[in-house]
């Protein structure tokens, strides 16, 4: 090849090179578009997403509270419960800070207990439940998981396991709950780990120790100031 043709080459290669402007401006218009599309999506699923939030804590609230027909939803302000507020189409108004917990009431409209959530760090990632609790008893009476990622076949049995769901038929909260070994439990306020799944087990123990230290206090009080008549049927 002649020194004209090289020359020739890299001249037509240098003019076919695109511009760092030209790059730039591509990758930004490809970032936009992206960007777009992804805000799209999220306003257009969170609803969604937040309906089936929804959906499963109404059923869990009826699940872990046997017996209940209807409920009631508190929220905590300046230490206090009080009903939640409603808007003018008589859907609750939402605020991811409130701490809310769930009343619930037989068809004679006497107390059953409260439907409580909470999340703990499990092996996988954070599990949320929602548990129902006996607070004149002091006992929690049913249990249900919202939210979990844990291991398939081993931490997934915090849900999956009938076994372990009969932990939480009347389980003591006082003085603390505490984890056991499986076929260990001697005592109410013990919760017997599942085999392959103690981190999980012993997350879901965690979870209900923590909460019932944010809300036993505070259930006490309610019950008393508002003279609320309650079933005898958790007894």
Request: proline residues 4%.
């Amino acid at each position: 090849m002649s020194d004209e043709q090289k020359n020739t080459t890299i001249q037509h290669t240098a003019e076919k090179e695109p511009s760092s402007f030209k790059l730039v401006f591509t990758l930004g218009i490809a970032g936009l578009l992206s960007g777009i599309i992804l805000v799209g999506t999220f306003i257009y699923t969170k609803p969604l997403i937040q309906a089936n939030k929804k959906a499963a804590t109404q059923r869990a609230i009826f699940k872990v509270l046997p017996d209940c027909t209807t409920y009631s939803t508190l929220v905590l302000k300046d230490s206090q419960l009080a009903l939640k507020a409603t808007d003018e189409n008589k859907k609750e108004e939402a605020d991811k800070d409130e701490l809310l917990i769930y009343a619930g009431f037989n068809a004679e409209e006497e107390l059953i207990g409260f439907a409580i959530p909470g999340s703990e760090p499990g092996f996988q990632d954070v599990i949320g439940a929602l548990f129902g609790y006996d607070a004149i008893n002091k006992i929690i009476i049913g249990f249900e998981v919202l939210e979990s990622k844990e291991t398939p076949g081993l931490g997934d049995k915090i849900f999956k396991d009938a076994d372990f769901q009969t932990n939480f038929k009347a389980l003591a909260v006082a003085p603390e709950i505490i984890a056991v070994k499986p076929g260990m439990k001697q005592n109410p306020n013990e919760v017997e780990t599942i085999t392959g799944a103690t981190i999980s087990s012993k997350a879901i123990v965690r979870l209900l120790n923590e909460t019932m230290d944010i809300w036993e206090a505070t259930l006490d009080v309610y019950i008393k100031d508002n003279e609320l008549k309650v079933s005898d049927k958790n007894e």
